[in-house]
C-alpha cells in the first residue's frame, strides 16, 4: 500500500520532469556551435561563490537512472570523464576512462542514428572533428563535475528528442524485458529489473549514498535466491513515479521534517485537504491548533462540521542505511481519526506558562529538549538544557519518535518517559511550562478519563487529589520565605526552603512540608510588620490548603509514580497562580 500512495501521491500532484529525468547540480557548460564547432574555448562555469544555493552550480533537469558498478553514460550531460575523457592525479584507471569516453560518444552516435536530422548532429561532430582535444580542464575541476551541452544556447538534455531517445534506452537498461501485472497499479506493463531512481544524501538521514527505497541485488536478500525485482513486479511507469513522489515529499519543507535521532518524516493526503503537520514542532496557540486543524477538515470546499471521511493522511518515517532507505515507520488512517488524535494531543498538553499567565502548547522538538538534563548557571546566569546529543544529556532514546506516534495516533508514550521526567525533575529541581506540559500529557495518558479532568492547563482548586494539594502547600510555604526576605528588602537566601526540601518532597512530601510548616511561623513572623496584607493573605492561603490536605487523609509518605507526577503539578501551577496574583494591581489584590 505505501507504494501505491507514493505513485497515486505523484498521479494527482504536478509532475514537470520527464521520464527518466531528475534534478541534479550542474557544474560547467560546454558551448558549441550548430556545426559542431566550440562557440567558447572554455567550459562556462555555473558555480556563484557568493550564492550559498549556487557555490557548486546550478539545479537542471537532466537524465538520469541509478548507476551501477558498470559503465553506464547518461545523454549529453555526463562527467568530465564521461564527456571528455579527462583523468587527474586521482585516477587509479585510465584505461577505464577512456572506455566511459568511448561508451559516451557511441550513445551519441545511438541518438543521431534514430533522429539524424536532430539536435544530437553537433555533438556529434564536435566529436568526429576532433574539438574535444582543443579543450583544456579547467583550474580546480572534479572528475565528478557535471557537464552540460548547450547548442547555440538551448541545452541538449532538454529537447524533446533527447527526452524521447534517453527514454528508451533508460527502459532498456531497467526494465528486465518481461511484462506482467504491476503489484502498485494492477495493471499489465513492462516490469523493472531495478529502481531506476534514488533518493539524494542529503534527504536521508544516515545515508552515505544516494539511496534506493527498493534493492535486491544478492541473492540472501531476495525470495528463492533470486536478485533483482524478479519476486516484487513493478512497472516502469509506477517505479519512476513512486521515486519521484518519495524526493518531492522529503524535499519540501511543508510535507516533510527531521524528526530527531535519524529519522525523517514526510507527510500528505489523498484528497484536498491542506494539512501542515509542522504544527507539532512550532508551538501554536490554542487558536491557530483550531484554525489548522479545521482548515484541514474543511478542505477546499466544504464546510467545517463536513470532515472527509474518504480522506486517508499518510505519513512515512525513513532513515538511511549506506545506499538503502530504511522504512521505520508507515502510517496511514482516516484523516479525521488524526485530527481527533492531534486535538486531544494539545489538549493532554496545554500548560499555563508560569511568567505570562497564558496557557500555550508545546512543539514536540522543545518536549524532546526538556527531558534532557539541566545545567544550572554560573556567574548570574540562567542555566541551560544539555545541548541534543551531548555527552550525559540523558534523554531517552527515540522520544521524539514516541511522541510523534503518540500525537498522530494516539498511541501510548514510551514506557519510561514519566519516571524519566520525575527523576530528571527531581535532579535538577527545575520544572518549567514545557517540562509541566510533557509531566501533564504522560500522566493524563495513563489516567482512567474520570481522573484526568483533575489535571487541568491550570490550576485546579477542586482537585483534591493528597500528592497534588502537597505540591500546592509546598509552592506557598516557599512563596513565604521569598515574600518574607523580600519584604524586609534583603536578597533571597543563598539556599532556600525548596533547595533543600525538592529532592525529597516529591518522594515523601510529608516530612517536607512538616518541616516547612513549622519555619513558616517564623517567615510569617518577619513578614507582617513590614506586610501585613501579605502575612494575612498567605497564612490563610496555607491553612486552607493544609484543612484540605488533612481532610483528604494527609500528605502521601512514599508516592507511587502517579502521585510524584501529582505533586510536581501541584507546585508549578500554584507558582503560576502566585506569580500571576504578584501581577495584579494592589488595589484588586490586597496580598500583592
Known amino acids: 500500500m505505501l507504494l501505491t500512495r507514493l505513485a497515486d501521491y505523484a498521479r494527482v500532484s504536478k509532475r514537470d520532469a520527464p521520464p527518466y529525468y531528475k534534478d541534479k547540480l550542474v557544474r560547467y557548460v560546454l558551448e558549441l556551435n550548430r556545426d559542431g564547432t566550440l562557440a567558447s574555448p572554455r567550459l562556462t562555469s555555473l558555480a556563484n561563490p557568493a550564492q550559498p544555493r549556487m557555490k557548486n552550480g546550478v539545479v537542471h533537469t537532466v537524465p538520469s537512472i541509478v ?30 576512462v577512456e572506455q566511459m569516453h568511448q561508451r559516451f560518444r557511441a550513445l551519441v552516435d545511438q541518438w543521431v542514428e534514430m533522429d539524424p536530422a536532430g539536435p544530437g548532429r553537433a555533438l556529434k561532430q564536435f566529436y568526429a572533428d576532433g574539438h ?12 565528478a563535475d557535471v557537464v552540460a551541452v548547450r547548442v547555440a544556447g538551448r541545452f541538449l538534455h532538454a529537447t524533446e528528442s533527447a527526452q524521447r531517445f534517453w527514454k528508451s534506452v533508460a527502459e532498456g537498461r531497467k526494465t528486465s524485458g518481461r511484462t506482467g501485472l504491476c503489484l502498485v497499479c494492477g495493471e499489465p506493463g513492462a516490469l523493472l529489473q531495478s529502481i531506476p531512481q534514488q533518493v539524494p544524501m542529503r534527504l536521508v538521514p544516515g545515508a552515505t549514498q544516494s539511496a534506493s527505497l527498493i534493492s535486491v541485488n544478492k541473492a540472501t536478500h531476495g525470495f528463492d535466491l533470486r536478485e533483482q525485482l524478479v519476486h516484487t513486479p513493478i512497472c516502469d511507469t509506477c517505479g519512476l513515479l ?5 524526493e518531492r515529499l522529503l524535499d519540501q519543507q511543508w510535507t516533510s521534517t527531521v524528526v530527531g535521532q535519524g529519522t525523517r518524516l514526510a507527510w500528505w493526503t489523498t484528497g484536498s485537504a491542506n494539512f501542515d503537520l509542522g504544527l507539532l514542532d512550532e508551538p501554536p496557540t490554542p487558536h ?7 482548515s484541514a477538515a474543511r478542505g477546499s470546499a466544504l464546510g467545517e462540521d463536513e470532515a472527509r471521511d474518504w480522506e486517508t493522511f499518510c505519513a512515512l518515517a525513513v532513515s538511511g542505511n549506506v545506499s538503502r532507505v530504511v522504512v521505520r515507520e508507515w502510517i496511514e488512517n482516516p484523516l479525521p481519526d488524526i485530527m481527533h488524535n492531534l486535538r486531544k494531543w494539545f489538549s493532554d498538553h496545554e500548560m499555563i506558562d508560569g511568567w505570562s499567565g497564558e496557557t500555550r502548547q508545546v512543539g514536540l522538538g522543545r518536549m524532546v529538549y526538556v527531558a534532557g538534563r539541566w545545567a544550572r548557571g554560573k556567574g548570574g546566569s540562567s542555566g541551560s538544557y544539555a545541548k541534543l546529543g551531548a555527552s550525559g544529556a540523558d534523554r531517552p532514546e527515540g522520544l521524539y519518535w514516541g511522541l510523534m506516534r503518540s500525537a498522530l495516533l494516539g498511541a501510548e508514550l514510551p514506557p519510561k518517559l514519566l519516571a524519566h521526567l520525575v527523576r530528571r525533575v527531581r535532579l535538577d529541581g527545575r520544572v518549567d511550562a514545557e517540562r509541566a506540559a510533557l509531566m501533564r500529557l504522560a500522566l493524563r495518558r495513563r489516567l482512567s478519563e474520570t481522573e484526568r479532568g483533575l489535571y487541568m492547563p491550570v490550576l485546579n482548586p477542586e482537585n483534591n487529589e493528597p500528592a497534588y494539594l502537597a505540591g500546592r502547600i509546598f509552592a506557598v510555604l516557599e512563596d513565604i520565605q521569598l515574600s518574607a526576605a523580600r519584604a524586609n528588602g534583603d536578597d533571597p537566601p543563598n539556599t532556600t526552603f525548596a533547595d533543600k526540601y525538592w529532592g525529597r518532597a516529591a518522594t515523601s512530601p510529608a516530612v517536607a512540608l512538616l518541616a516547612g510548616s513549622r519555619n513558616a511561623r517564623a517567615w510569617l513572623k518577619r513578614m507582617r510588620p513590614k506586610k501585613p ?10 491553612e486552607d490548603l493544609s484543612a484540605r490536605l488533612a481532610q483528604a487523609g494527609g500528605p502521601p509518605h512514599g508516592s507511587n509514580l502517579a502521585e510524584k507526577s501529582a505533586f510536581v503539578l501541584g507546585y508549578y501551577q500554584q507558582c503560576a497562580e502566585l506569580r500571576s496574583a504578584r501581577k495584579t494591581p494592589p488595589a484588586e489584590n490586597a496580598s500583592a
Open 67 to 96: 548507476k551501477t558498478s558498470g559503465i553506464a553514460p547518461t545523454l549529453a550531460v555526463d562527467t568530465c570523464e564521461y564527456m571528455f575523457g579527462w583523468v587527474d592525479e586521482t585516477t587509479k584507471k585510465p584505461q577505464r
Open 132 to 143: 574535444v582535444a582543443r579543450l583544456s580542464p579547467e583550474p580546480g575541476w572534479s572528475r
Open 242 to 246: 513512486v521515486m519521484n513522489a518519495l
Open 288 to 294: 491557530e491548533v483550531a484554525h489548522v486543524l479545521s
Open 533 to 542: 496584607a501579605w502575612a494575612e493573605a498567605a497564612r490563610q492561603r496555607l
